[in-house]
């Protein structure tokens, strides 16, 4: 019921505020690039939940997960290594780990695109904000990001010398520490920024094996370091590397439910709906390493502004998934080595920000590829398929896409009180894969050997209108359309040419959106709305064959989503020293046509299984919860003689049950759970430094990550945890000159 109290806290704010904040010091600017240009966020007709550097700092969130408990309707999907994790927005996310997928929520840092979310693993430490936008984002941002967009702006070399540190402990030996310097190379012409971070905790799963290594652990480093040269008052240009590297035993799951008399039955470890031990023999381990380079050049044309930006990816992603919960050496030899680059060229030119006519207009660029081999054996004796003998596969495969576009976004100003926006993208995509699947020498039984080599293309357009209408002095309603693209896939899983088509169709969305930006009592509540209704038209996932052994994955398309909801935001600057946020987000995320659906594991015709497949129509969207809530109130108290403030700050964050499932498997379904977080500390009044105790998940509420299953060795239902699945301490300090 939590949720029905919250959704009620937050209606009752808006009547009960006006009389308190009357007299409240005034809200603080949001600015924010959505558009390609620095604009406020009240000014912007696209529905935007903004996370400021200052406030991840302050509730030590350090990840992109995290976000999916600051941002409603914004959900971080844990997978088996970081090539297969997934960002979701109002429902919608790149349902595949096949790595030759566009991201259906796209990922972009400092105005470079990501093509996989491996390669935005980055630290928040040194981040200015988050700005998560919803619905399709095609028209400005690099390749289609056909649900939404994560837009990440580090901070740039300044211009005056500055420092600092921040370092926390917590529960497990969590260890977050960074560190940065800014300012003049040589004055007036170069500017440099350093920053360094390293995160580690010791894992969170037990192995209860003697000896056995426990798992799900932190360990990870990067750093990034900008140089801004100043060539004249016209042209400056800015060259940026960042680094990211991660080792970790990942990501074992504890086992939830498993099939009686099946071998995990006879010999695994514990079982329960909150276990979170494991015994296994084995060890899984991750290695990601990440390389981004780019150079950003503007020049001044009088008020206009060229901007080209030029960037290179390189990552190395290794995953080797051998621990299988239970004592048997069942996969000795489990994989997956993956080298992907990624080149990106934009060419933009923006027009001045006041005018009848104003626009952004550009040329784009994308190129990626990737180069994965993947080894499985398997002991058929060690999973009860065999009294001897092993499955020994070699899957080596090449993906690359070539994708060029033009694009661009043009605002009338009709009135001062009326505009309508006009925004239109047009793609070029070729594709290309080759893939080859050997069985080693000794297998048993034979693998059926293949292997592909093809080529696909396809071109389409992408465009969105917007209309606004200012209904006060700070308050603004706007309705809009987008008809969104992400382009064809190609089926990469480690199943070999034979588990389906080569390639998918593109995903086509159609996204109505209305909503209200708003500010009241001289910019001291902040009231912002949207209400969405999207389809999606060949939405691409990954699906597995029930029953089959080895598994077998592919890439399809599921028919058609359908996506709607409601998104409200509320900041609030209640008296002098107390102010409140809250946001909620109501997601119904289902299959709208999707009759020829794949059937989850042991799935009988008498719930709907009939020739290995089901009529998923009408079936949630997996990873969306419908309710999701954020609420968090601050209270300073000031401390006349000193030159600091105390504070205490709680934050409550309420998710709704999650089906984990593609295929809707009901036992993998994760329960509704609500956390609170407390903070106390003091604050220097000029920002200088910042001192905290906090307690995450303070009445120890147990929460999974995600649930997911394995029907070969008889695990009906295992889920992964985060690090908050029960409660946390920690202490952080924080520090800048």
Not at 703 to 726: F, S
Request: charged content about 20%.
């Amino acid at each position: 019921m939590m949720i029905f109290r919250l959704a009620r806290f937050l209606g009752c704010l808006l009547f009960t505020l006006p009389p308190l904040v009357a007299q409240a010091q005034q809200l603080e600017e949001v600015v924010v690039t959505a558009q390609k240009r620095s604009e406020s966020l009240q000014d912007v007709a696209i529905s935007i939940a903004v996370v400021g550097g200052a406030e991840l700092a302050a509730l030590n969130k350090t990840q992109i997960a995290d976000l999916s408990r600051l941002v409603p309707g914004f959900t971080f999907a844990e997978s088996t290594s970081d090539a297969g994790r997934n960002i979701l927005i109002r429902g919608i996310g790149t349902n595949s780990f096949s790595r030759s997928v566009d991201l259906s929520v796209g990922t972009v840092v400092d105005n470079v695109a990501s093509g996989s979310l491996s390669g935005s693993v980055l630290d928040f430490s040194d981040v200015e904000r988050v700005e998560v936008l919803r619905g399709p984002q095609g028209m400005l941002f690099g390749k289609n990001a056909s649900a939404g967009l994560l837009n990440i702006t580090t901070y740039n070399p300044t211009p005056e010398l500055a420092t600092g540190f921040r370092t926390a402990y917590g529960s497990d030996n969590l260890v977050n520490l960074f560190g940065y310097v800014s300012g003049p190379l040589v004055e007036d012409t170069l500017l440099g920024r350093i920053s360094m971070y390293r995160n580690s905790s010791d894992p969170i799963i037990e192995n209860e094996y003697p000896g056995g290594d426990d798992f799900n652990d932190r360990d990870e480093w990067g750093g990034r370091g900008k140089l801004r040269w100043l060539v004249t008052e016209e042209l400056d240009a800015q060259l940026a590397y960042t680094h990211v590297k991660r080792d970790h035993t990942c990501c074992v799951a504890a086992l939830r439910q498993v099939a009686a008399g099946s071998v995990v039955d006879r010999e695994g470890g514990a079982v329960g709906p909150k276990n979170d031990t494991v015994l296994d023999n084995d060890t899984s381990v991750g290695d990601t390493k990440v390389d981004i380079y780019s150079l950003e050049v503007n020049y001044s044309l009088g008020d206009f502004l060229l901007t080209s930006i030029s960037a290179y990816t390189n990552e190395n992603v290794y995953g080797a998934a051998r621990a299988d919960t239970y004592t048997r050496t069942a996969l000795p030899l489990n994989d997956s080595f993956e080298k992907y680059d990624q080149y990106t060229q934009e060419l933009r030119l923006t027009s001045p920000a006041e005018g009848t006519i104003t626009y952004v207009a550009g040329l784009y660029y994308f190129y990626k590829k990737s180069d994965r081999t993947f080894y499985r054996y398997i002991d058929l004796q060690g999973i009860d398929l065999a009294p001897a003998g092993a499955l020994s596969i070699f899957d080596a495969g090449k993906t690359d896409n070539e994708s060029t576009a033009a694009f661009g976004q043009a605002t009338w100003n009709i009135t001062d009180r009326s505009r309508l926006s006009l925004g239109a993208r047009y793609n070029f995509d070729e594709l290309g894969h080759k893939q080859t699947v050997e069985a080693l020498p000794g297998t048993a039984p034979e693998a059926p050997p293949g292997s592909i080599d093809e080529k696909d293309n396809d071109q389409a357009g992408s465009w969105r209108v917007m209309v606004e209408q200012d209904i006060a002095e700070d308050a603004m309603v706007y309705a809009s359309y987008a008809k969104g693209y992400k382009g064809p896939g190609s089926n990469s899983l480690p199943s070999g040419p034979s588990s389906g088509n080569v390639f998918v169709d593109p995903e086509i969305p159609s996204s109505y959106e209305v909503g209200i930006k708003s500010q009241w009592f001289d910019n001291r509540l902040r009231v912002n709305g949207a209400a969405y209704y999207s389809t999606f038209k060949d939405f691409q996932a990954s699906a597995q064959v029930a029953g089959a052994f080895p598994p077998i994955f592919f890439l399809t398309n599921a028919g058609e989503l359908e996506t709607q909801g409601v998104e409200l935001e509320v900041n609030a600057q209640v008296a002098e020293n107390f102010e409140i946020q809250g946001s909620l987000a109501y997601t119904d995320a289902i299959f709208s046509d999707w009759p020829d659906a794949p059937c989850y594991a042991r799935q009988t015709e008498a719930q709907g299984c009939v020739n290995g497949t089901q009529d998923l129509s009408g079936a949630r969207m997996p990873n969306s919860p419908k309710w999701s809530t954020y609420l968090a109130g601050t209270y300073y108290i000031p401390v006349p003689s000193m030159p600091f403030d105390g504070f205490a700050s709680l934050n409550v964050f309420y998710r709704d049950e999650v089906q984990f499932d593609t295929a809707n498997n009901p036992l993998l379904v994760g329960d509704p759970y609500n956390t609170f977080d407390l903070y106390t500390g003091i604050a220097a009044r000029d920002g200088g430094y910042r001192i905290q105790f906090y307690v995450q998940n303070l009445f120890d509420q147990f929460h999974v990550a995600t649930i997911g299953g394995q029907e070969t060795v008889g695990v009906e239902a295992a889920h992964i945890l985060p690090y908050t699945y029960k409660r946390r301490f920690g202490v952080s300090v924080q520090m800048d000159w």
